[in-house]
């Protein structure tokens, strides 16, 4: 009897969660769902499909609005501009993306991305400041020197050889600068004889695996695997204790210093904003709070370098990749920069000057968005004005940058073509929600203008030196990598200086 009981128990409970989480509701189209497993095992997102080709795919299927089910999680893609305005213009209704605040925040529950309401208001009145433009361009030379160093380890190499880790090496240029830019610290990512000997800088890597794990597994396994990785709790020691010092070298250092370190050091800026009184400031309710604990500070810390360091690197090695591609696009480059100057100078005043720079950059973070979306999550019952559909408190919304910028609706010349071009003519004045790689509304991305700035220096400065040659079909044939960025897997690229 007991037995039949407890059988009975496990039956009912099974149907009722088939039923809550995996079955297609409110009349949305798409597949579906697997028990479990949802539609990641159809989809072929398990067998390394990227969400972006899914999402294409689903769209040509389905239309602008599908359901997708990403294990229990059910998502509700929408990809036509006016519903897509409508969500990032309605903040009230919309807030943060429920998968960023629930599983980033297993490893940074207090930093930027993971807050919502007050406390994310508080945050972001402290580093909003720090991604202002006349704080970006002090970084000028040090993301020159940078690149240079790059640059020279590139020129040792034979011209015949055909790179095939660009992805790596743009990684650990963008490292190298998110070191000297956030702690004023070298890395020494860009160190040719083995940079994992660094203590911090192999803990950031360790601490990195973690999040591309936690990002897509179920929050459970998320907690078991930083709670009991050994290899993930050293990383976050190490860095840990190298922020905890430098906090402490800060505090000692003279007023004369730190307010000079404050222009160019997003570390220095924050400790600036340090609490006085933690214990005093812990007790107050959110909205007395000013300032930030030393425990904020580390995970703020740590939310910059997730959320600007592969993001930038991606959209380099994109643009490498492409440039390989059109070599008559990278011909252009160079005579916008022969035409406005001497061909080793770089300057600020000379990098406003590169228009169709900017426009091979635009159509570079156009054609593959280094992320490939991004979540709101429903706080009251709403509808679409476009589609009418009737969504509800607790919905997930996923608005895929790749179906907008590639959708023929909003382009006037092929979204299909690499064509930078677009950009000075036909679509110029596209439409705003068609292209937007760095999100939009109340929570887009605050380093926008910073990954901008340091996209194009770097590109302009190496466009002065090399030029890039397609290493074949099948060493440089694209593709996609999902890691927490939709990654180029393969870019097989040889370099030739000039
Ligand atoms: C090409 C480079 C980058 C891309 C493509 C990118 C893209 C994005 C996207 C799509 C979002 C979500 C926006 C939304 O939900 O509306 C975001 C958020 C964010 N990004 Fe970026 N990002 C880049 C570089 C950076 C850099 C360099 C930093 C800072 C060091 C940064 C810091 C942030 C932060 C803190 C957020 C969270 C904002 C919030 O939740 O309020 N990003 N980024």
Redesign the pocket.
């Known amino acids: 009897m007991l037995i039949l009981l407890i059988f009975s128990v496990i039956i009912l409970l099974i149907l009722y969660i088939k039923n809550k989480y995996f079955t297609l509701r409110d009349h949305i189209l798409g597949l579906s769902p697997h028990f479990l497993f949802g539609n990641v095992i159809q989809s072929g997102f398990v067998y390394g499909r990227s969400r972006a080709q899914i999402f294409e795919e689903y769209k040509q299927r389905y239309g602008d609005i599908f359901q997708f089910f990403f294990g229990p999680i059910r998502l509700i893609v929408v990809s036509n501009t006016t519903d897509v305005q409508h969500i990032?213009t309605h903040r009230n209704i919309y807030e943060?993306?429920y998968l960023?605040t629930e599983q980033f925040s297993v490893l940074f529950p207090s930093g930027?991305?993971t807050l919502t309401g007050s406390k994310?208001k508080r945050h972001?009145a402290i580093?909003m400041p720090l991604?202002r433009r006349a704080r970006i361009i002090d970084n000028f030379d040090l993301i020159v020197d940078c690149t240079d160093k790059l640059l020279s380890n590139w020129r040792i190499s034979s011209s015949q050889h055909i790179h095939c880790d660009i992805v790596a090496q743009c990684q650990n240029l963008l490292l190298q600068i998110f070191g000297l830019i956030s702690f004023d610290y070298d890395l020494e990512a860009l160190d040719q004889d083995d940079p994992s000997k660094n203590e911090l800088t192999k803990a950031l890597h360790d601490f990195m695996s973690a999040c591309e794990l936690v990002l897509v597994a179920p929050r459970i396994l998320g907690v078991m695997y930083t709670k009991l990785s050994r290899r993930h709790r050293r990383a976050k020691s190490i860095i840990t204790r190298y922020i905890y010092q430098m906090i402490d070298n800060e505090m000692t250092a003279s007023e004369e210093s730190r307010a000079q370190r404050k222009r160019t050091c997003l570390i220095a800026s924050l400790i600036a904003s340090l609490q006085e009184d933690e214990e005093m400031e812990a007790k107050k309710s959110e909205n007395e709070k000013k300032g930030l604990s030393r425990a904020e500070v580390l995970q703020e810390m740590l939310?910059?370098m997730i959320?600007?360091?592969e993001?930038?690197s991606?959209?380099l090695a994109w643009f490498i990749h492409f440039m390989s591609k059109y070599p008559h696009v990278q011909q252009k480059i160079k005579e916008e920069l022969i035409k406005t100057g001497g061909e080793q100078d770089l300057t600020l005043n000379r990098l406003d000057s590169l228009v169709y720079l900017d426009c091979a950059i635009n159509e570079s973070?156009r054609y593959a968005?280094?992320?490939d979306g991004?979540?709101r999550t429903l706080i009251a019952d709403d509808r679409l004005p476009e589609c009418g559909i009737h969504l509800h408190k607790g919905d997930n919304i996923f608005i895929p940058?790749y179906n907008l910028a590639h959708d023929e609706r909003y382009w006037s010349i092929d979204p299909k073509l690499f064509y930078p071009e677009r950009f000075l003519n036909e679509d110029k004045n596209h439409h705003l929600y068609a292209l937007i790689?760095?999100?939009?509304?109340?929570?887009?991305?605050?380093?926008?203008d910073?990954?901008r700035f340091?996209?194009k220096v770097i590109i302009a400065r190496m466009m002065q030196q090399v030029t890039f040659i397609d290493g074949g079909p099948t060493v440089n044939s694209g593709g996609h990598i999902t890691s927490m960025t939709i990654l180029p897997k393969n870019v097989g690229v040889g370099i030739e200086f000039a």
């Not at 509304?441 to 605050?446: A, E, N, S, Y």
Request: charged letters at 5%; one cysteine or more.
């Open positions: 990032f943060q993306g960023f930027f991305i994310h972001a580093a991604f939310a910059f959320a600007g360091f993001t930038t991606t959209a973070l968005p280094p992320a991004t979540m940058f790689p760095f999100g939009s509304g109340h929570r887009q991305c605050i380093g926008q910073l990954a340091e996209l």
